[in-house]
Every structure is written in C-alpha cells, then in structure tokens.
C-alpha cells in the first residue's frame, strides 16, 4: 500500500481537525496508508480543489463526498 501523497498538508492527518475521531489511528491506517484513493477528503480534493474539500469532512464519509462533488 503507498501512502497518500497529500500526508504533509492533510488536516486529518496532521490531527488538525476540530474534533477528531476516537477511530482517527485506524483511518489513517485503512486510507492516508492505505486505500487513500477512497479517502473521501482525497476524491473531493482531486476532484474540486482543495479548496472544496469541507474542513469537518472525515476520511470514510465517501458519501458525502460524492454529493459535494455532484453540487460541484
Ligand atoms: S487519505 Fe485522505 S485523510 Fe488521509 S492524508 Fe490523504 S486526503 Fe488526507
């Protein structure tokens, strides 16, 4: 698995966000280490910019991502 290449500046990562999950180690294990490109701040991210990519958004909310993405 390689890592996500947005690591350095992810706010999830870098546990940056206002109230991270109790989950937040196992996240960036299945997806900033491991399937990042399910990430849902990574698909909105590649798809939008970053700038689009809510500060509350967490990495397993794909959901989501997709309907921020569908809105554009
Ligand atoms: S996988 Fe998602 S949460 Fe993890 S570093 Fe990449 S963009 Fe950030």
Do not use: H, W
């Not at 960036?28 to 910019?49: I, P, S, Y």
């Amino acid at each position: 698995m390689a890592d996500c290449k947005k690591l350095e500046t992810c706010i999830f990562f870098n546990d940056r966000m206002q109230n991270m999950p109790a989950v937040a180690d196992i996240y960036k294990q299945n997806f900033c280490r491991g399937d990042f490109f399910k990430c849902a701040r990574f698909v909105v991210l590649e798809a939008l910019g970053r700038e689009k990519v809510p500060s509350t958004l967490f990495p397993n909310q794909i959901e989501l991502a997709s309907e921020i993405i569908r809105k554009g």
